[in-house]
T-cell receptor, first 115, second 114 residues
């Protein structure tokens, strides 16, 4: 079984709709992250959480919100989706207690299309 | 402001030859560097990393070289195999507890020609 799972894997929605993307992990990591990938732009950080009580904005947080429901779960919401939020979304985890604490482990991604 | 740059969007290499992927960075505070590999419809997977206290790290067919004075790192794959065809992302961070954020480059698509 995958250590980091994301649901749904694909989603098509309409402008103005509220969307939630979910991420679960079984790695026991405290750190969780949400990224989006756009063609030619690489991966950009949306939000990150270092533990259940800690939420931080990344470089492109406008239009997004997150919820850290438990150590293992980190959800990303688009309150009112717009077409330029069409992208691949990835969740990732890391564990600073490891020797390679900066290494992040990614889920399979969610392809979101906003019409 | 792109702090981590991969200036080659794509690279084609014959099977069995060496693949060299390059990455440049501008932030002198970065001291930990990683390479990720990404296949279509999958998330990025960690490949190899290097700390700024080293100038080389090797893992099987993969070697990463770091030139701090030039703010440049490269990934060497030798010999290249068809399964190496993927998009490769370079990433960098400022190490230290509480700093575990990665800044990614834009990726290089590597195609291995049989």
């Amino acid at each position: 079984d995958a250590d980091v799972t994301q649901t749904p894997r694909n989603r098509i929605t309409k402008t103005g709709k509220r969307i939630m993307l979910e991420c679960s992990q079984t790695k026991g990591h405290d750190r969780m992250y949400w990224y989006r990938q756009d063609p030619g732009l690489g991966l950009r950080l949306i939000y990150y959480s270092f533990d259940v009580k800690d939420i931080n904005k990344g470089e492109i947080s406008d239009g997004y919100s997150v919820s850290r429901q438990a150590q293992a779960k980190f959800s990303l919401s688009l309150e009112s989706a717009i077409p330029n939020q069409t992208a691949l979304y990835f969740c990732a985890t890391s564990d600073p207690r490891q020797a390679t604490g900066d290494t992040q482990y990614f889920g399979p991604g969610t392809r979101l299309t906003v019409l | 402001d792109q702090q981590v740059k991969q200036n080659s969007p794509s690279l084609s290499v014959q099977e069995g030859r060496i693949s060299i992927l390059n990455c440049d960075y501008t932030n002198s505070m970065f001291d930990y560097f990683l390479w990720y590999k990404k296949y279509p419809a999958e998330g990025p997977t960690f490949l190899i990393s290097i700390s700024s206290i080293k100038d080389k790290n090797e893992d099987g067919r993969f070697t990463v070289f770091l030139n701090k004075s030039a703010k440049h790192l490269s990934l060497h794959i030798v010999p290249s195999q068809p399964g190496d065809s993927a998009v490769y992302f370079c990433a960098a961070s400022v190490s230290g507890f509480g700093n575990e954020k990665l800044t990614f480059g834009t990726g290089t698509r590597l195609t291995i020609i049989p």
